[in-house]
């Protein structure tokens, strides 16, 4: 059996939708999440985090670090990962309280469940 990796591309395309809708630099997010620049930048470049930076990530985040895991080696995207987007997206609204924000991403993670069983 393969053992579970970070899906790195998703991970750092939640991180940078989250970066935007705060309006906030690189170097703030590295602030905020309490992680090097320069980390951010060599993940950017397709290194993996440690285990410290990728937990300190999925915590600044708010998402589960399951979203961000994938048995074996990742896919390769020519986009992210949409449902880690729109995680990430719901979460970063402060007009929306957390529990509306949870709520409305099970409802967007059912849409992707059933569009995938339609294929």
Not at 76 to 94: W, Y
């Amino acid at each position: 059996m393969a053992e579970k990796q970070i899906d790195l591309e998703a991970l750092v395309a939640a991180v940078d939708a989250q970066r935007k809708s705060k309006g906030l630099s690189w170097r703030q997010v590295a602030k905020e999440a309490e992680v090097s620049p320069s980390t951010l930048t060599r993940m950017q470049q397709g290194k993996l985090p440690d285990v410290n930076t990728f937990s300190a990530l999925v915590q600044w985040l708010h998402i589960p670090a399951e979203r961000f895991m994938v048995q074996g080696h990742p896919v390769q995207r020519k986009s992210p990962n949409p449902m880690a987007v729109a995680s990430t997206l719901l979460r970063g609204k402060r007009e929306v309280s957390p529990r509306a924000a949870k709520a409305l991403e099970d409802l967007v993670q059912a849409a992707f469940k059933l569009a995938k069983e339609l294929k």
